[in-house]
């Protein structure tokens, strides 16, 4: 039952509840700080932008993901898929629970899961790259549990990027924790992610977000209606039959099924990253070795090491970090 009184509450007892209820990483940031440092100014998505009451802290709930499946090289193995969505589901429902424990000690809480995009903004446009309504990735920095990468995907100094992340909003009187100023990252001259990509979309301190889509969501809505189109266009009943039945429609019906493979795809770059106390004991023996690296690739890597500190650094440096020295 939800308490009309406000219990008093620690971010300690905060942090230690959502690591009972499963989470492996659990940081607290500052509502108002995310507000005043939205990372892409241009299209804020704020706390503020989601609840005028509930959102003077951002809690983010990390669950590490099982490493077995990061040995696994092929990036599109049905076999991720499903382990990640696993982690989703049970990240889901810690983060529910935790939700309901603040609101029986008398603070409203609510989710933002990682993978839930304003519907608003669909323009009918199914290739392009529809962002969060709120980055946890950059959340997760504010609230001190890692920095960003090469491609802007979140390290923490535990488990490296091999993580998913769930949010949530309240305004209990919790302490905010602080971010880190130096980089996880070990800069270009790592570039394994790069390296390893399998689209090759990772450019200096970003990535080419709707060009990864297809590898992160490869039965996605955007397949989806793809494969639609090619069925409609057939000439013969025959053939869309044929296609209706075949191994893509499989796939998608698998895929809707659990969202294995719709809400998650490709984490290639999350499983090559050296950085995390659990790359050198039970990953590096597995995926030391890149087969996708290419001599075009080495020397982008070699003109970002030129120009390591580039505009594209400079617009994402707060959640970046400052750099070991080349
Ligand atoms: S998710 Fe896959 S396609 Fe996207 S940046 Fe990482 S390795 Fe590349
Ligand atoms: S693989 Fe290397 S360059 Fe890429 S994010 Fe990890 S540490 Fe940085």
New binding site residues.
Partial sequence: MVSIYESPITSEEVKSKGKELGADLVGIADGSVMNENPPYPEDPRRPCDISDYDADRVIVLAKRLNLGSSRIKD?DQRHKYYNDELAITALEETALELVLWLEDKGYPALIIPPTHVDPWRYDGNPEKHLSPLLSLEHAAVEAGLGTLGL?L?LLTPEFGPRIMLSALLTSAPVDADKKNEVALCKGPSCGR?LS???????TDWD?DWQ??D???NPYGFNKLTQFLGEVIDQTSPKEQKSMIRSEDSFNLWQSILRGAGAVN??????DVCPVGEDYESMLKDALDEIPEDTPQKQSRLNKIMDNPLSKNYDTQSRWIGSLPEE
């Fill in positions: 990036w491609n995907q992610c390893a990509c399998p689209g090759d979309v990772i990535r060009r990864c297809e590898y992160r795809g490709c984490r290639r770059c999350q």
